[in-house]
């Protein structure tokens, strides 16, 4: 003991950041190729306890300026080490609502373990942020511990979110908490939008995300499913029953590569194959009546987290090949670096830097084989990364029983086309300023179907900023303002 210590002082806590980073166990290759079931297993309590150890407690903490809902890292982390699993889901459900969701899919290493000082100098690995935020909720679920957080006195002021993706959800639950009446309206037959029929039950459970939606549910947010607005109701008619309304669409509908043979049977877009799998059941057909037909032979046609999720789905029905063709190379991918490990270790192949220009048939109209051409990079584009010239004289043929083009997508146009007012921009994404506000007075929009294809986080993050912004409003509508 130093001298002069007293030494019924508690012992002060020393981080440890030099011992090994906990990532967690997940599936072997050869064990998940052959089923759905998330590949990640996440940490246990003791991998958990140690993680948290790691970390510095910085009072300047850049991991949560990194953050884009802005979670108080430090704060939740020094919870979970502590074994108070109540105070860390409470701490970080005070900026986001879908801890489990994010711990899973949020590309982590670009945002807060980017930031992690353990990152600066390459002496340590950076503390597993998300896979402790996931722990958390977890961990917290599994043992009950699910307290909603407080809801403000009610305003009698009401919101309708259009869509019930990330954007969407985020701003129903912040709304919600300052007191104000929510109700969600979602196309489809089950809640959560991209979450639910983009993300393959691999990287994430549907019951992941139905946990999540019933926090909010519980808080007292209204969801009503197949309501198509815009044809079942249009947000004119909507805007007679609420003060406000918020637009979280996202991106859905597909972009395709303009090539010929592109209408052959066993094209798909990225869209509809994930949606038949993760949505539909596809992957249980007989069980389900959603036959997708993969055949032996896939073609995988993009760089992104989509295309990953298409090649590692499709790989799942057991063709004996999956192919991702990509126009650039590995280090231009968009997809996380996690994502394109896996589909490597998994055995999908990679045919870089080259672009497919022609499908061809079988002479009865379904796909044969995609005529492409080999690609080198140029100088680099508006985005950063080299452009893609086309090689002459290198064009080759990849056999193909079915092929999925997953290189982006656009907002659907329903409400736009249906909304007069609303200002459409390139790609048909609405025009929304800094807090989400759109050129039609009383509607907000933000994630997708703004920024034209973009992660979960930044679309909570426009959430969180619409959400504020929408408050204001609704305070100004409650003081006898007219919208």
């Keep these: 003991m130093e001298q002069g210590a007293n030494k019924d002082e508690p012992k002060k806590f020393k981080p440890q950041p030099a011992l090994p980073r906990s990532d967690g166990a997940e599936q072997t290759p ?13 940490l246990n309590r003791e991998e958990a306890a140690r993680e948290a150890g790691r970390c510095l407690q910085c009072r300047n903490a850049q991991c949560v300026a990194a953050c884009p809902v802005n979670i108080d890292i430090p704060a939740f982390i020094e919870r979970v080490r502590e074994g108070d699993l109540a105070g860390a889901r409470a701490k ?57 957080p407080p809801i403000a006195k009610e305003t009698g002021r009401k919101v309708a979110c259009i869509g019930s993706g990330p954007s969407s959800l985020t701003v129903a639950a912040e709304l919600r908490r300052l007191g104000h009446e929510v109700t969600v309206y979602e196309a489809l037959h089950e809640f959560g939008g991209v979450l639910m029929y983009g993300i393959p039950t691999f990287r994430l459970p549907r ?29 004119a008619e909507l805007m007679e029953f ?39 059941h596809a992957d249980q057909f007989p069980r389900y009546d959603t036959p997708v037909f993969v055949g032996r032979r896939v073609l995988v046609v993009g ?16 063709p004996e090949s999956v192919t991702v063709v990509y126009r650039r190379s590995r280090a231009e991918m968009p997809a996380r670096a996690e994502e394109i490990e896996h589909a490597m270790q998994e055995g999908v192949r990679f045919e870089f830097l080259s672009a497919p220009v022609a499908l ?23 985005s950063g990364r080299r452009r893609p010239e086309p090689i002459e004289g290198s064009e080759y043929s990849l056999e193909a029983d079915s092929l999925i083009v997953a290189i982006g997508q656009s907002p659907n146009p329903i409400i736009q086309q249906t909304t007069p007012g609303l200002t459409t921009l390139k790609w048909g994404t609405l ?38 912004a929408m408050n204001v409003d609704l305070d100004a509508l409650a003081g006898g303002k007219k919208r």
């Excluded at 969701?101 to 002496?123: D, F």
């Excluded at 760089?303 to 057991?318: I, K, T």
């Excluded at 061809?360 to 508006?382: I, Q, T, W």
């Design 30 to 42: 050869l064990e998940r190729v052959q089923n759905f079931d998330e590949v990640a297993r996440g």
């Design 360 to 382: 061809e048939g079988d002479g009865k109209g379904r796909l044969k084989s995609a005529r492409c051409v080999r690609m080198r990079l140029g100088e680099p584009d508006k």
């Design 92 to 148: 970080i459900l005070e900026s986001n609502l879908l801890p489990a969701i994010c711990g899973r899919v949020c590309p982590q290493e670009t945002y807060c373990e980017h930031a992690c000082i353990l990152n600066k100098g390459g002496k340590f690995k950076p503390v597993a942020i998300g896979r402790l935020e996931r722990f958390t909720a977890d961990e917290a679920r599994a043992q009950g511990l699910q307290a909603s």
């Design 207 to 235: 019951e992941v995300v139905r946990a999540e939606i019933d926090t909010l549910k519980k808080m007292g947010v209204r969801f009503y499913a197949d309501v198509l607005v815009g044809r079942t109701v249009t947000v």
């Design 242 to 280: 609420y003060d406000l309304v918020y637009v979280g669409t996202g991106a859905g509908l597909p972009a395709m590569m303009d090539v010929e043979g592109e209408n052959l049977v066993g094209v798909y877009s990225a869209n509809e194959f994930l949606t038949r799998v993760n949505l539909m």
């Design 431 to 468: 025009q929304a300023d800094e807090r989400g506000k759109t050129s039609k007075d009383g509607v907000y929009a933000g994630g997708d179907v703004v920024r034209g294809g973009a992660t979960v986080l930044l679309a909570m993050r426009d959430g969180k900023v619409a959400a504020a």
């Design 303 to 318: 760089g992104g987290n989509s295309a990953m999720d298409a090649a590692r789905g499709a790989l799942r029905l057991r």
